[in-house]
């Protein structure tokens, strides 16, 4: 079955700094990616997906890549903020599928 | 429009107690899907339901298990509760089945068994 990998599992920046966290996915049928944020004692939110037909999607501060060949893709936050802070899941599906996870990465924005 | 809701928020049992979570999906959304969330181990999928039948299923323990009604209102249920239950539950609803798109979780039971 799918497994998705995710690194690193914590992440320190400064803020103003750019952070990059990344996943790897084993099931090249994969065609759906999306990221998920989760605050505290918060449900996990969705903050940006990616379909298998595109490389890149862009929002705002946001923007994730994908590699198909590589089988990995990408979160960037550029300009971080303290409210940046939380723990970020990637995810992979195939159509029909469940979501699998990847162990999430706990991001600390100082400032 | 109202979001996912899960009922009840806190719960707390004893072992080899049983336990009944209930989640209801976004108006609309046909599918409901459960993850236990625990630190050691992320978001692990329990199963997925769409018009009252389990579509998927991960690799849990038949004392998980799940059921949906004509509503798309969704329960899970643990038997013989063991400790290494204790964790977080939520549910997800979506439009459509399989695929993940468009989920939207609920803010969760947090389930402890002592």
């Known amino acids: 079955g799918e497994n998705v990998e995710q690194h690193p599992s914590t992440l320190s920046v400064q803020e103003g700094d750019s952070a990059v966290i990344k996943c790897t996915y084993s099931d090249s049928a994969s065609n759906y990616f999306p990221w998920y944020k989760q605050e505290l004692g918060k449900r996990p939110q969705l903050i940006i997906d990616?379909?298998?037909?595109?490389g890149e999607k862009k929002d705002q501060r946001i923007a994730v890549t994908l590699n198909k060949t590589a089988k990995h893709f990408s979160l960037h936050i550029t300009e971080t903020q303290p409210e940046d802070s939380a723990v970020y899941f990637c995810a992979a599906s195939r159509r029909g599928n469940k979501l699998v996870f990847g162990a999430g990465t706990i991001l600390r924005v100082k400032s | 429009k109202a979001g996912v809701t899960q009922t009840p928020r806190y719960l707390i049992k004893t072992r080899g107690q049983q336990v009944t979570l209930s989640c209801s999906p976004i108006?609309?959304?046909?599918?409901v899907s459960w993850y236990q969330q625990t630190p050691g181990q992320g978001l692990q999928f329990l199963f997925e339901?769409?018009?009252?039948?389990?579509?998927n299923k991960g690799n849990f323990p038949g004392r998980f298990s799940g059921r949906q009604f004509s509503n798309s209102r969704s329960e899970m249920n643990v038997s013989t509760l063991e400790l290494g239950d204790s964790a977080l539950y939520l549910c997800a609803s979506s439009l459509e089945r399989g695929q993940g798109a468009g989920y939207t979780f609920g803010s969760g039971t947090r389930l402890t068994v002592v």
């Open positions: 108006s609309g959304h046909r599918s």
């Open positions: 339901y769409f018009s009252e039948t389990q579509r």
């Open positions: 990616i379909r298998s037909n595109v």
